[in-house]
């Protein structure tokens, strides 16, 4: 199956750009998800990028994909503290079972 | 559109007892698939239904089951509940496989 790695912790600034970072191991995967979880709350789709693309920006959110590195990121730009969460990133690899495979998530603390 | 709904948003069982969870999927949406969420194992897929039929399973033992009504509807079941089981349930709907959009879950404590 597929794995999917993030690290697990960053602080920024409120008004700095947060980057979370991660990688995958299936080289075939298709489509790749951020999602966002507050507290006490389910999963929020923020965005997600096809295989074929290498960059996506969605208002304050841009996601670049490096295919050769298996290598998927999320900027937010302008963080505030509303954007203080569990960011995971998703996997859906092209064969086998159609699922989402997820990151351990990323915690993002925005500072005051 | 309304989105995903899960009932009931929290639940306490002990350890032996089964338990149903149901989601509502967003109208128009086909499939339904579910999720665990544990602090120590993360995010894990349960399994999939489409059209009242299951075609993707996770890798969770039989205790675990499920099934799709007409409606699109979903339930989950697990039986002979274990203190491991006690985990955030999530369920997502999608049209037919594609962008996956999750309800609140429901939080499963096993006593």
């Known amino acids: 199956g597929e794995d999917v790695e993030q690290s697990l912790f960053l602080s920024v600034r409120e008004g700095d750009s947060s980057v979370i970072n991660c990688t995958y191991t299936d080289s075939s995967s298709t489509y790749l998800y951020w999602y966002k979880q507050e507290p006490g709350a389910g999963l929020q789709l923020l965005t997600y990028i096809f295989s074929n693309m290498d960059m996506k920006q969605d208002q304050r959110l841009t996601v670049l994909l490096n295919k050769k590195d298996k290598h998927l990121s999320l900027r937010i730009a302008d963080t505030q503290t509303g954007d203080s969460a569990i960011y995971f990133c998703a996997a859906i690899p092209q064969t086998g079972a159609n699922n989402l495979f997820f990151g351990t998530g990323t915690r993002l603390t925005v500072i005051p | 559109k309304a989105g995903v709904t899960q009932t009931p948003r929290y639940l306490i069982k002990t350890r032996g007892q089964q338990v149903t969870l149901s989601c509502s999927p967003i109208?128009?949406?086909?499939?339904v698939s579910w999720y665990q969420q544990t602090p120590g194992q993360g995010l894990q897929f349960l399994f999939e239904?489409?059209?009242?039929?299951?075609?993707n399973k996770g890798n969770f033992p039989g205790r675990f089951s499920g099934r799709q009504f007409s409606n699109s509807r979903s339930e989950m079941n697990v039986s002979t509940l274990e203190l491991g089981d006690s985990a955030l349930y999530l369920c997502a709907s999608s049209l037919e496989g594609g962008d996956r959009y999750f309800g609140p879950g429901t939080r499963l404590t096993v006593l």
């Open positions: 109208s128009g949406h086909r499939s």
């Open positions: 239904y489409f059209s009242e039929t299951q075609r």
